[in-house]
C-alpha cells in the first residue's frame, strides 16, 4: 500500500462530472456548436460533412385494385396477398391455403400452414392440443423467390425507402 487511498492494480482516474469538463461542452474551442462541425472520417483519413435528413415523399396516387385470380374477389388487404407460382396474378391468403388443400391428401393431425418466405407446408401435429411436437411431412413453394412481382413492387416501393 502506497498510502494514496487506492488498493491493488485499481488505475482508473477519479470521476470527472460532464458539465465540468470542456470535452463534453456543447460549443467546441471555436464556440460554434458541435452539430454544426464537421466530422472526422477515420477509414478515409479526412474531414466530411455529415448528410442531413429528408423526409421521404409520399405518394398520393390510390392503390391499384386487384382481383384474385383464384376466386375472382377484390383483394383488400394487400399486405396478405400472395402472388402464385404458375403466374404474376395475386392471390388471397386463404385462397392460397384453399387450394393446396384441394391438391393435397391430409391424413388425421396434418394441417396446412405457412412456415414462411413463401412457403406453405403440410405440418402433421401428434397430439391436437400440443402445437410444441410437429413434424413438416412436404414443403411447397409457393411464391418464387428470385422475382418479384409487379403488383407487389408498386407497393414495396410506395411504403419503403430502400
Same mark, same amino acid.
Given at each position: 500500500?502506497?498510502?494514496? /487511498?487506492?488498493?491493488? %492494480? %485499481? ?7 460532464? &458539465?465540468?469538463?470542456? %470535452?463534453?461542452? #456543447?460549443? /467546441?474551442?471555436?464556440? =460554434? @456548436? #458541435?452539430? !454544426?462541425?464537421?466530422?472526422? *472520417? ?6 466530411? +460533412?455529415?448528410? =442531413? ?6 405518394? $398520393?396516387?390510390?392503390?391499384? !385494385? ?6 375472382? @374477389?377484390?383483394?383488400? *388487404? ?23 388443400? @384441394? ?6 393431425? &396434418? ?5 414462411? /418466405? ?5 405440418? !402433421?401435429? &401428434?397430439?391436437? $392440443?400440443? $402445437?410444441?411436437?410437429? =413434424?413438416? @411431412? ?7 423467390? +428470385? ?9 414495396? &416501393? ?5
Amino acid at each position: 500500500m502506497n498510502g494514496s /487511498g487506492r488498493e491493488g %492494480n %485499481n488505475r482508473r482516474r477519479p470521476f470527472k462530472r460532464r &458539465d465540468r469538463d470542456e %470535452n463534453w461542452s #456543447r460549443e /467546441g474551442q471555436d464556440g =460554434k @456548436k #458541435r452539430e !454544426h462541425q464537421p466530422r472526422y *472520417d477515420k477509414q478515409k483519413g479526412i474531414i466530411v +460533412e455529415r448528410p =442531413k435528413w429528408s423526409p421521404p415523399t409520399i405518394s $398520393h396516387e390510390p392503390l391499384p !385494385h386487384l382481383e384474385c385470380s383464384c376466386c375472382g @374477389k377484390p383483394i383488400k *388487404d394487400m399486405a396478405l396477398a400472395m402472388t402464385e407460382k404458375s403466374g404474376k396474378n395475386p392471390v388471397h391468403f386463404d385462397c392460397a391455403i384453399v387450394q393446396i388443400v @384441394k391438391n393435397e391428401r391430409l391424413e388425421k393431425g &396434418d394441417v396446412v400452414t405457412y412456415i414462411g /418466405g413463401g412457403r406453405f407446408g403440410v405440418v !402433421h401435429f &401428434d397430439s391436437p $392440443h400440443d $402445437h410444441r411436437r410437429f =413434424k413438416i @411431412k412436404k414443403i411447397f413453394e409457393y411464391e418464387e423467390k +428470385e422475382t418479384r412481382s409487379e403488383w407487389r413492387t408498386i407497393l414495396a &416501393d410506395r411504403y419503403s425507402t430502400t
